[in-house]
């Protein structure tokens, strides 16, 4: 994708947009570094999806001047950091406003830069950056909108003012006056205070009532990404009374929106919304036993199909299938093609692949080989050397299939040391079991562009997250929209998308990581690598992959779920939102780990 769909001549007309999508992160084009990973590469294919099938919505984000970060690796793995600077001035049209924001006890100026997200029909997704980088603003207010992720607690949560009660500001500055506001995850939650501030039309805060509380859970949704409690923002309650101010802070404490005596972003969220959702059945299931006096429904995410299916097969979809950028459910379709055209295109993706990772790093992979790929954040409990649990075995099975390829890729937070140590570790294993019969490789800088290579050229998609941290996932998504079948932990959207020897393979759960490997290989030797040698029966299961995993796990579904369940429900359905009444659900066995970092 190129910056030409951020240069739309004029805004299109607000007023009428119905939706306002708020997140901390929107991956909105593989040259702007406005993302980290998971969280903004599905807001981007959901503003994608929005432009694509003509949504009436609008989003809010931060420019990020300084990007996320550049992965560097040395020869033995080591991780480090470079910032990806850009400027929104040169490269997007201006919102024409500029807002006056209070917090930290004084003004901070807040403008905006556009991106115009452009459909297959033309419809435009406008999104706004928020930028403090502004003259007239204290120098070190002029760095709040830099860095994501960057900084200490009390930078991120004047990020979080920012994009919150900012964002909401910068919408009424540009006349428009959504129903509907959907956060996504609780970095945006402090949007709801803006609202409660413009309901109560310049009255003091602490005469808010319940009432009003509910006028504004009326016109919130709020989407929950992580089952892990590490990830789930909070803040000390000095720092919320510094920088939101007395009122502001008192406002949420007087809600109840406290949790362990913090102020916990994921709690406002909750008390100010009137649907909830987890990302895929299960995390919802996890996710209503961490917050029981909520209902927390589920929507599983997708990805944005024509962002995601390779060049190769985008032109054979447009021959055979050809409404298929509109409407993803035609992917069923792809059982009227012949599955050795489905091989071919996806061989012509896997070829590209290693003439890139040639070009890179001068390794040369055989294009005949089966391929395994790793791609994700780095996070430890994503177990990234699973995969390497028992190295002799591993050869022993190279050996015998006739050779066995690996890719690996991912970044680790910088402040994440075990994530590092990761990365490191399969550096050390790929220099010793390196041999004719067993390639592995870790490739640097994981992005979009990267991700969209591996998971279009890759025999099979490797995934061995620890239950139950797995959200969602959609990089499993993204390979079988390219027929490419995954082997995963049961966690996440696999256990709503594995077909075992249909769709790909499960690793069964075990007392032991051990025991996990020991199944992973097994799958590996007797199931994978035998199908693998079967042409008729491989193009199959790619074609398996497309019709059944392609045309669900995709945004134009799960975009139409939102629409009809959370943004504007059926009349008689608006009761199941509520919050206060007491939800019975089956008993999960889930134990989370406060250390764990999202």
Request: hydrophobic share 40%; proline share 5%; aromatic share 8%.
């Amino acid at each position: 994708m190129s910056l030409s769909n951020a240069l739309a001549t004029a805004c299109p007309d607000l007023s009428s947009r119905s939706i306002a999508y708020f997140s901390m992160e929107i991956a909105l084009s593989p040259s702007l570094p406005t993302y980290s990973g998971g969280l903004g590469m599905l807001a981007g294919d959901t503003l994608r999806s929005a432009a694509d099938t003509c949504r009436p919505m609008v989003a809010i984000s931060l420019a990020h001047r300084r990007g996320y970060f550049r992965q560097i690796l040395d020869a033995q793995g080591q991780q480090t950091e470079a910032d990806v600077p850009w400027s929104p001035e040169a490269t997007l049209p201006s919102a024409n406003q500029v807002i006056a924001l209070s917090m930290q006890g004084r003004q901070v100026l807040v403008r905006a830069w556009r991106f115009d997200v452009i459909g297959v029909t033309g419809h435009i997704i406008p999104v706004f950056l928020l930028d403090t980088n502004i003259e007239g603003n204290d120098e070190w207010d002029r760095h709040l909108t830099d860095h994501l992720y960057g900084g200490d607690t009390y930078y991120r949560l004047c990020q979080e003012t920012i994009l919150g009660l900012g964002g909401v500001a910068l919408l009424r500055a540009l006349d428009c006056k959504p129903e509907v506001y959907h956060m996504n995850e609780g970095h945006a939650a402090l949007l709801s205070i803006g609202l409660l501030e413009e309901h109560l039309a310049g009255n003091p805060l602490r005469d808010a009532q319940e009432i009003d509380l509910e006028a504004v859970r009326r016109h919130c949704v709020f989407t929950t990404h992580t089952p892990v409690p590490a990830g789930h923002d909070q803040f000390g309650l000095d720092q919320m009374y510094q920088v939101l101010g007395h009122d502001r802070a008192a406002a949420i404490e007087h809600a109840g929106c406290l949790h362990n005596g913090l102020m916990n972003m994921t709690y406002i969220a909750l008390r100010f919304s009137r649907y909830v959702n987890g990302v895929a059945m299960q995390h919802g299931k996890v996710s209503q036993l961490m917050f029981p006096d909520y209902k927390v429904h589920s929507i599983t995410n997708g990805v944005h199909a024509a962002t995601w299916v390779s060049p190769h097969f985008q032109k054979l979809l447009d021959a055979e299938v050809s409404s298929w950028r509109t409407d993803n459910q035609y992917f069923r379709s792809v059982y009227g093609i012949d599955p050795a055209r489905i091989s071919a295109c996806h061989f012509k993706g896997k070829q590209r692949l290693f003439d890139v990772l040639a070009k890179r790093t001068g390794h040369h992979f055989n294009p005949s080989v089966l391929t395994l790929g790793f791609a994700r954040r780095v996070a430890t409990y994503k177990r990234a050397s699973l995969l390497l649990e028992d190295p002799a075995r591993l050869v022993a099975i190279a050996e015998k299939i006739g050779g066995l390829q690996i890719l690996y890729a991912g970044k680790a937070h910088p402040a994440d040391n075990a994530g590092k140590g990761l990365i490191r570790d399969v550096y050390a294993a790929a220099a010793r079991l390196n041999s004719g019969a067993l390639k592995i490789h870790y490739l640097e800088n994981y992005d979009w562009e990267l991700g969209a290579l591996l998971t279009q050229g890759v025999d099979v998609w490797v995934n061995t997250p620890r239950r139950p941290y797995e959200a969602s996932g959609t990089s499993g998504m993204k390979a079988a929209l390219n027929g490419v079948p995954s082997l995963s932990v049961l966690d996440g959207w696999w256990i709503e998308g594995c077909a075992e020897n249909v769709t790909g393979w499960a690793i069964d759960d075990a007392e032991s990581e051990e025991a996990e490997a020991a199944n992973l290989y097994e799958k590996l030797e007797k199931h994978i690598a035998p199908m693998y040698a079967n042409p008729a029966a491989w193009a199959r299961m790619q074609q398996h992959c497309i019709a059944i995993n392609g045309s669900f796990f995709n945004t134009h579904r799960m975009l139409a779920q939102y629409v009809c369940n959370a943004y504007f429900p059926f009349p008689h359905l608006t009761d199941l939102s509520s919050p206060s009444a007491p939800v019975n659900e089956p008993a999960v066995d889930v134990l989370l780990d406060e250390a764990e970092l999202v």
